[in-house]
């Protein structure tokens, strides 16, 4: 930091500055050597100014050699000290022997060699110290600066280092840690790389640091973990810093935290899955994506684009998302015929137009309401835009030419609990039971989706932005959860080896607790627990504790992709669930959520919700006498 008082020229030259420096201390050392073994005189002038040139290269070649040429100024230590001792006994065994015989100067007196090597080595020493004094007293005016240790000694960190170097930073680095064991003793822009990661316990002991720097951007999920366990253990404070390209791009400065990836958080390394297969399927043909504005439908969007389809149709009911979707593909369309309209699938006779229209052989259906607090006091909209615009879509697709129908479910309709994942389960059996008539029909079960739209991560890193306590339901409470790229890649996987009827399931680890996930966040966005606080705030509406993946009675069974399972809906009589489902639609048109909850519950026999017999009982007899009277007046 204090480099910044020194002209740039002397910092440039800095090798042949320290070099001219040190020579003539050797000078100085021999001149004063001299002057006190002869009382201050000068006699046999001639022998020492034959060995002023000898004894300056002898000691620079020597001091060049133990590495006596670098950033002295800046730190010196006991391995300093014991370098410059040795450099000074080799010299002076150089120097005497070069003396003695080439040049025969049987007349130079013996003291001189030690006097001589005593003087060097003190004013050696004896600069250095100095500098370290007048370099911490104008830190000590920088006092508000964060000493920091860098994690990475690549070029991500070299770039940091560089902008330590800036007055304003608010930084001083004292080192950097990495384990390339051949970066050790390098020095970065003078800065060392002091020892390997798991080191920094024992660094951190031998000297003060304030905060550490994990200055590799490229590290994957468990290697950011690693390095948080450890910061953990050394027990301090750390921060992440921003993406390799932002650093490239010169668009941040030390002080801005990265924004901590949904790798870091997800618990293992994300599932790869090879869709090269899904190329042949796709090529050349007319794709609609509806819900292409969400999260899920617009990665759906970019890499069925990969896959150069003919025409790629993006229908969504929102405007804006449509707008700003508009925007993210047009620069890359791949030769693929971009169409994007704005339309309810709810509104039937809109979507038959577009399907006629446009005639598409492939659908990927990823319109629907997912959350599950707000379903829960809008159940007739759960059940118009889940279950019942699907089962309109699915006749309209059979009658346009469509050969592959391909769903998004979730794992919240297995034994659910709650309206949203009910209607699901509805869907997944509407799938499973329609007729094939040349259509092929897959459901796709998934977890929750880190970072989409609504999720718990958005709505955490706010609240830690806003300086607020994360706020968690349950502190045992657990979710399956999947990044957005591995549920798109089920998705198309699901496309491409998915037979008519099948539900396939990604294998996502084992579920991973809130909190857990909170206090991940918490650590990987370099804060502790107790700077941000976090608050339970009870069970919501229609929330358990633990998502399943499969029922029990579901039987699993491994798929050319290892990380994927495919079962199979229980198959219904196709007449009687659609009859329950005319029930269903009857039911709408009453402002009365119990009997449309019993009638789900009649189509999912494991759906459950709040409430005793009697009031299951009750809004059961209330369904029929609305079905009846309905029936009544047809």
């Known amino acids: 930091m204090w480099t910044k008082m020194v002209p740039q020229w002397l910092l440039r030259y800095r090798p042949w500055f320290i070099g001219t420096f040190q020579a003539c201390l050797v000078l100085c050392s021999l001149v ?11 006699p046999y002038r001639p022998v020492l100014l034959s060995a002023f040139p000898v004894l300056v290269l002898v000691r620079l070649g020597v001091m060049a050699y133990f590495g006596l040429f670098r950033g002295w100024w800046r730190y010196v230590g006991f391995k300093d000290s014991i370098d410059i001792l040795k450099a000074v006994l080799t010299g002076s065994v150089l120097f005497w022997a070069i003396m003695r015989y080439p040049l025969g100067a049987a007349r130079f007196p013996r003291s001189i060699y030690v006097l001589e090597a005593l003087l060097t080595a003190g004013l050696l020493v004896g600069v250095r110290l100095l500098s370290r004094v007048l370099a911490q007293s104008l830190r000590e005016n920088l006092s508000s600066c964060k000493r920091v240790i860098l994690i990475g000694a690549g070029s991500a960190a070299q770039m940091i280092l560089r902008e330590i170097r800036r007055a304003e930073s608010g930084y001083f680095a004292v080192g950097c840690l990495d384990d390339d064991r051949s ?22 002991s031998a000297c003060f640091v304030d905060e550490v720097l994990i200055a590799v951007p490229s590290a994957s999920g468990s ?15 750390f921060r992440t810093v921003p993406g390799f390209q932002d650093i490239i791009a010169g668009q941040v400065t030390v002080s801005q935290l990265r924004e901590v990836s949904l790798e870091d958080l997800l618990g293992r390394e994300p599932v790869q899955i090879d869709l090269e297969s899904v190329r042949g399927e796709i090529a050349g043909r007319t794709v609609l994506v509806t819900g292409a504005a969400g999260s899920i439908g617009s990665e759906i969007c970019r890499q069925v684009l990969e896959y150069a389809p003919a025409q790629l149709i993006c229908l969504d009911q929102s405007e804006t998302g449509i707008y700003f979707l508009r925007l993210d593909l047009t620069d890359h369309t791949n030769g693929t015929q971009l169409t994007f309209r704005v339309a309810d ?24 309401y997912k959350h599950v607090p707000l379903m829960e006091s809008n159940v ?5 835009n889940n279950v019942l615009a699907l089962v309109g879509l699915l006749d309209l697709a059979s009658k346009a030419g469509c050969k592959s129908f391909v769903s998004i479910s979730s794992d919240k309709a297995v034994n659910p609990t709650n309206v949203m994942g009910a209607t699901k389960r509805i869907c997944e059996l509407i799938l499973s039971s329609y007729p094939a008539n040349g259509m092929r029909c897959v459901s796709v079960r998934f977890g929750n989706v880190l970072g989409s739209n609504g999720s718990v991560i958005p709505v955490l890193k706010q609240q830690l932005r806003n300086h607020q306590p994360l706020t968690i339901t349950h502190p045992d409470i657990k979710r399956f959860f999947m990044i957005t790229p591995e ?50 705030t009870g069970l919501r509406e229609g929330e358990k504790l633990n998502e399943e993946l499969f029922y029990g009675h579901e039987r699993v069974v491994p798929t050319a992709c290892k990380k ?9 009589n196709w007449p009687e669930l659609c009859r329950q ?30 409430g005793n017999e009697q009031s299951w009982n009750d809004s059961k007899d209330c369904a029929e006498k609305i079905l009846q009277k309905a029936a009544g007046h047809d």
């Open 32 to 42: 004063m050597a001299w002057m006190l073994r002869f009382d201050f005189s000068f």
């Open 380 to 384: 007739q909209e759960a059940v118009k």
């Open 564 to 572: 994927i399972k495919r079962t199979n809906g229980a198959l219904r």
């Open 581 to 610: 489902l005319d029930d269903l639609r009857a039911l709408l048109t009453v402002n009365d959520a119990a009997p449309i909850r019993a009638k789900i519950k009649e189509i999912v026999p494991e759906y459950s919700f709040e």
């Open 487 to 536: 549920a798109v890649a089920l998705v198309l996987q699901a496309f491409a080896i998915g037979k008519h009827g099948d539900i396939l399931v990604l294998d996502m680890g084992e579920s991973v607790g809130i909190l857990d996930l909170a206090r991940s966040l918490i650590r990987l966005s370099g804060k502790s627990e107790q700077d941000v606080g976090i608050r339970f």
């Open 183 to 204: 970066k050790l003793g390098v020095r970065l822009n003078d800065i060392p790389v002091l020892g390997t990661v798991e080191q920094l316990p024992g660094v951190l």
């Open 223 to 237: 290697q950011m973990r690693r390095f948080v366990e450890i910061c953990n253990r050394a027990n301090v404070k």
């Open 345 to 368: 699938v709810c509104d039937t006779e809109r979507v038959c137009s577009l399907l006629l229209e446009f005639g598409p052989k492939i659908i990927f259906h990823a319109a629907a």
